[in-house]
Nanobody
Framework: QVQLVESGGGLVQPGGSLRLSCAASGSIFSIYGMGWYRQAPGKQRELVATIARGGSTNYADSAKGRLTISRDNAKNTVLLQMNSLKREDTAVYYC????????????WGQGTQVTVSS
């Protein structure tokens, strides 16, 4: 069984920063793609950023220049550094990982709330 546990959400003022962390644990052979999605109230879940095992990244247009995704393959973790936060970044943020354990499937974290408000 594989689990993803997120941390780092909270309340921040507009223009502030937060760093989200997601750690995968369990019977893991390898992790391929990892990433972050978010879901705001009344909206569908949307892509924020993804990162391949080799480090190549993909960002939603809304994230470019403000959010940075990174990963530590040795620790099975993925991070999301969020700077210059805006009210519209308010959402529940979910991490995912494409895990080989021994079959290959996607796993999701439970979500962490990010609220940007003054």
């Amino acid at each position: 069984q594989v689990q993803l546990v997120e941390s780092g959400g909270g309340l921040v003022q507009p223009g502030g920063s937060l760093r989200l962390s997601c750690a995968a644990s369990g019977s893991i052979f390898s992790i391929y793609g990892m990433g972050w999605y978010r879901q705001a109230p009344g909206k569908q879940r949307e892509l924020v950023a993804t990162i391949a095992r080799g480090g190549s990244t993909n960002y939603a247009d809304s994230a470019k220049g403000r959010l940075t995704i990174s990963r530590d393959n040795a620790k099975n973790t993925v991070l999301l550094q969020m700077n210059s936060l805006k009210r519209e970044d308010t959402a529940v943020y979910y991490c995912y990982a494409e895990v080989h354990s021994p079959i290959i499937r996607d796993y999701w974290g439970q979500g962490t709330q990010v609220t940007v408000s003054s």
